[in-house]
Nanobody
Framework: EVQLQASGGGLVQTGGSLRLACVAS????????IGWFRQAPGKAREAISC????????LYDGSVEGRFTISSDNAKNTVYLQMNHLQPEDTAIYYC??????????????????WGQGTQVTVSS
């Protein structure tokens, strides 16, 4: 059974940092793309970053590039999202997702087959 467990959210002040973790199980970790998404109240879900644990290649949305860093620990089947210089507009529920890398490869806005439960990030001004 495929499972994705996201954690690490919380309340932080503007300019602060958080590190999210997504622990995966039930599939061959380095054959999948792991992505991070977020959804703010009243807004559509958006893809913010993704990584191929096979080679560590990663992509970022422009809204987070330079502030967020995605990484993977293949020994722990875990993908991290280090979030620095957080702003109130980063407030959202953050989800991780996984999909077999296949011929589509590493794409930020591709379909994902498996989703975690989400973790709330709130940035106070």
């Amino acid at each position: 059974e495929v499972q994705l467990q996201a954690s690490g959210g919380g309340l932080v002040q503007t300019g602060g940092s958080l590190r999210l973790a997504c622990v995966a199980s039930g599939f061959t970790f380095d054959q999948y793309v792991i992505g991070w998404f977020r959804q703010a109240p009243g807004k559509a879900r958006e893809a913010i970053s993704c990584i191929s644990p096979y080679d560590g290649s990663a992509l970022y949305d422009g809204s987070v590039e330079g502030r967020f860093t995605i990484s993977s620990d293949n020994a722990k089947n875990t993908v991290y999202l280090q979030m620095n210089h957080l702003q109130p507009e980063d407030t959202a529920i953050y989800y991780c997702a996984a999909t077999y890398i296949g011929p589509d490869g590493l794409l930020l806005n591709r379909g994902y087959d498996y989703w975690g439960q989400g973790t709330q990030v709130t940035v106070s001004s």
